[in-house]
């Protein structure tokens, strides 16, 4: 009764895997989409990162952190270099890399 509860629930080994292989190569072609926000993109990329950690991947922040910078439009590109040479991308966490350039997009705003 429990494994039919756990595969109801989960889906089968072969569900996980093609669900997985989904998740990983949409991480993979993850691109800020045109006109989206910086919010946007942070609730795309987190969800299928959560996603993928709960399926057993793993990343590290730096990783994650160069995969959301390098996905921005050429807009950001300004912002990307100066976040890139601060070379904390190791200790700094995805939110926190995402809401800097939230912070600076406001700051040359005003």
């Excluded at 990343?59 to 390098?70: A, G, M, R, T, Y």
């Excluded at 996905?71 to 966490?93: A, G, M, N």
């Amino acid at each position: 009764m429990l494994e039919l509860l756990e595969v109801t629930h989960e889906g089968t080994n072969d569900v996980k895997r093609a669900r997985k292989h989904a998740l990983i190569q949409e991480y993979e072609l993850f691109k800020m989409k045109q006109g989206e926000s910086i919010a946007d993109v942070q609730k795309r990329f987190i969800h299928i990162v959560n996603h993928l950690m709960g399926l057993g991947n793993e990343f590290d922040k730096e990783e994650l952190n160069i995969k959301v910078l390098k996905c921005l439009d050429r807009s950001w590109q300004p912002k990307v270099t100066t976040i890139l040479e601060t070379r904390y991308l190791s200790t700094l966490t995805t939110l926190h890399c995402l809401a800097s350039l939230g912070s600076m997009r406001l700051r040359c705003k005003g």
